[in-house]
């Protein structure tokens, strides 16, 4: 984790959307606590702060391409990708 | 009948239906649907969500042209948890399984996020439960669709019974519909508290849990003068509320009368009354009731209310506002007194040790603190070109001390002269007395100053050494100690050898008791709560200065407290058998 306020709402909304859109079960893992990528309440209750280490898992089809998405969002620091949901 | 008490923050008796409000400001109208409208219930809650989904996209599309897509992501953020399967499918599971109304579902559900988000022992996100909050307040909103009542826009007789007002809602509340309120949490300091006081709205606050015990309608009895409130009271108590309503009635009836006739004794010694006043709406309070100004103007709510340190303009309107009002007549402005009891919701660390009294606070804090300070005094100076303002310091101690404040306002009417920024330079200048030392080296202090105002509050408190705040030691605070009359005397005897005006502003001049006896000690100002302007004039016209130097010479010759204000209540009660004080 890269921001100053960690896995905080805004991130945590946009994993969530952006994980929502595939069919993969997507997980997101803070030492061996593993939650549900498309869930925000879950994500917010990591508790992820800035320089936490975090770890995506996805199967299923399309998971390849679900942990690249996520991936960029998370290199970029959720900066960029202030998408407006549908 | 069942009575609970609190803390009494706002004195007086209202008698009325009890309106409810739950923690967040709704009323939840019921926890329970029957079996059969279970479906229904889950569609209405679906449309609810439908509904506010729309609003925040609203608020979202609002948002992004205004202040940028950065800031219109939180009601995207919204909008996904809203969405979130998880919840909607936990607040539908209750629905279904246990025949929750949706509101309370969804209350129920939202919450535990809520609290979820509190424990995870992360500051940042612990405030996200704010946004949970206010996540169910839309929804509760959308449920309960436009029953909810706006407090502002209460157009019948109520008593607010609630978990918490903000202190906004205080503000907003009609006097007129609004007999009373009473809370579960606060405390006497809170913001709610004192607006309570400054509306002039008998309330209790701090009561703890207890709405769950009274219905909606139900009668209540909001007794802000000791602090209870009397659910569904007998046929009994309920008489002698209404007796006692009914009296202060008539009192305020006839104290009207008073509003324009100026405070003179029978033997036509003028005694100005002036009104100690927090808030700049309060001004209105005084100049209804006649006052001959404003004897304390207190600017910690500037201070307390706002989350960021107030600006110079924030100063100078308020200022301006009561100026306004007021005028020709004098307007005493007391420089920041932070701390002890009263700290900014900011809180920096330095208000928490072990006996702030007597820590870094009030003219302290401000000769500490000089930018903040120096705010202040250019806000004062120039509003002080529209009205006779006075400026106090509170709190001085040592000469030093003032002649450091004095320093201050110096180097700010440079400024304001090289800035070319008109001003008032003649602004007379005084400071509390409050602290024994000050009352010792009164003679000195009288050299240096316009003129002194004592502050009884802290002077009782610092001369006996008695946090009135303490129950184990409340009863040792009072105001009749031979001490503290002494103490009294000395710096009035002080100002008239050098000619400068003193004034007595704590509470100890709203009561009836002491209003002849410091008539008699030679007082000619005093400041009070608007509340009793009518009362101490009503008074001083009923007293001659020869009588009341007569009582003030017996008073003052008496050793103990208790006979002190035993003496005084007698009297009073001799002088004008109306103002008898109950207790």
């Known amino acids: ?86 | 009948m069942q009575t609970r008490s609190g803390i009494a923050v706002s004195p007086g008796v209202a008698i009325g239906e009890a309106l409810l409000f739950g923690s967040e400001g709704f009323q939840i109208p019921q926890r329970f649907v029957s079996v059969d409208a279970v479906e229904s219930e889950v569609g209405r809650f679906r449309a609810a969500i439908e509904a506010v989904s729309i609003g925040l996209e609203e608020n979202q599309r609002v948002a992004s042209e205004r202040l940028g897509d950065e800031y219109a992501a939180i009601f995207g953020a919204h909008r996904m948890m809203l969405r979130d399967k998880k919840l909607i499918g936990e607040i539908e599971g209750l629905i279904r399984t246990k025949c929750f109304s949706p509101e309370f579902a969804a209350s129920r559900v939202l919450r535990n996020y809520a609290k979820v988000f509190q424990n995870l022992g992360n500051p940042y996100l612990a405030e996200r439960a704010a946004d949970v909050f206010d996540l169910e307040k839309r929804l509760l909103r959308a449920l309960l669709g436009e029953k909810r009542p706006e407090l502002s826009h209460i157009t019948e007789h109520v008593v607010i019974l609630a978990h918490n007002l903000t202190p906004s809602e205080t503000a907003g509340l009609d006097p007129e519909f609004v007999l009373g309120f009473a809370t579960e949490v606060g405390g006497r300091t809170s913001h709610t508290a004192i607006l309570a006081g400054a509306l002039e709205i008998p309330a209790v606050v701090g009561i703890g849990n207890f709405l769950a015990d009274v219905s909606p309608g139900e009668l209540v009895i909001i007794d802000g003068g000791r602090g209870e409130v009397i659910i569904d009271p007998d046929e009994a108590t309920l008489e002698k509320y209404r007796v006692s309503l009914e009296s202060r009635k008539q009192e305020n009836a006839r104290l009207a009368e008073l509003h324009e006739l100026p405070a003179i004794t029978p033997d036509g010694v003028r005694v100005h009354v002036m009104g100690n006043i927090e808030f700049p709406q309060e001004v209105e309070h005084c100049t209804e009731r006649g006052a001959d100004g404003v004897g304390l103007y207190r600017t910690e709510f500037l201070y307390l209310g706002a989350r960021t340190e107030p600006t110079e303009e924030d100063h100078y309107n308020a200022y301006c506002r009561v100026l306004e009002s007021m005028s020709d007549r004098p307007v005493v402005i007391r420089t920041l007194d932070l701390g002890a009891d009263k700290v900014p919701a900011s809180g920096a660390s330095f208000y928490e040790v072990d006996n702030p009294a007597l820590g870094l606070r009030s003219i302290r804090l401000s000769l500490r603190d000089t930018p903040q300070f120096k705010i202040q005094l250019r806000a004062i100076l120039r509003a002080a070109v529209h009205g006779d303002v006075r400026i106090m310091f509170p709190l001085v101690t040592t000469l030093l001390e003032l002649r450091k404040a004095k320093m201050i306002l110096g180097d700010v009417m440079e400024d304001l002269d090289d800035a070319r920024i008109d001003f008032n330079r003649d602004v007379p200048i005084g400071m509390m007395v409050e602290v024994p030392a000050a009352v010792m080296l009164a003679d000195e202090f009288a050299r240096e100053v316009d003129f002194f105002s004592i502050g009884t509050n802290d002077l009782i408190q610092y001369a006996l050494a008695v946090d009135r705040g303490d129950p184990n030691v409340s009863s040792l605070y009072r105001a009749g100690d031979p001490s503290i009359l002494r103490l009294i005397q000395m710096v009035v005897d002080a100002a008239n050898r050098h000619g400068i005006n003193v004034t007595v502003c704590g509470q100890m001049s709203s009561d009836p008791r002491f209003i002849p006896l410091l008539v008699g000690m030679g007082l000619r100002t005093l400041s009070v709560t608007p509340i009793s302007i009518p009362e101490v004039k009503d008074i001083i016209r009923h007293v001659s200065v020869g009588q009341a130097e007569e009582i003030a010479r017996h008073a003052l010759a008496l050793d103990i407290a208790r006979d002190v204000e035993n003496y005084l209540r007698g009297e009073l009660s001799r002088i004008h058998p109306e103002h008898s004080p109950v207790d």
Do not use: W, Y
Request: glycine share 12%; aromatic share 4%; hydrophobic share 35%.
């Open chain 1, 1 to 86: 984790m890269k921001g100053e306020n960690g896995l905080h709402l805004v991130p945590c909304s946009q994993i969530a959307q952006c994980a929502g859109g595939f069919d993969c079960e997507i997980r997101i893992l803070k030492g061996d606590r593993a939650v549900d990528a498309s869930n925000i309440f879950d994500l917010m209750s990591l508790n992820a702060g800035q320089g936490c280490q975090l770890e995506l898992q996805a199967t299923g089809p399309g998971s390849d391409e679900a942990v690249d998405s996520l991936a960029k969002l998370f290199e970029s620091d959720f900066q960029g990708h202030v998408k407006r949901a549908d």
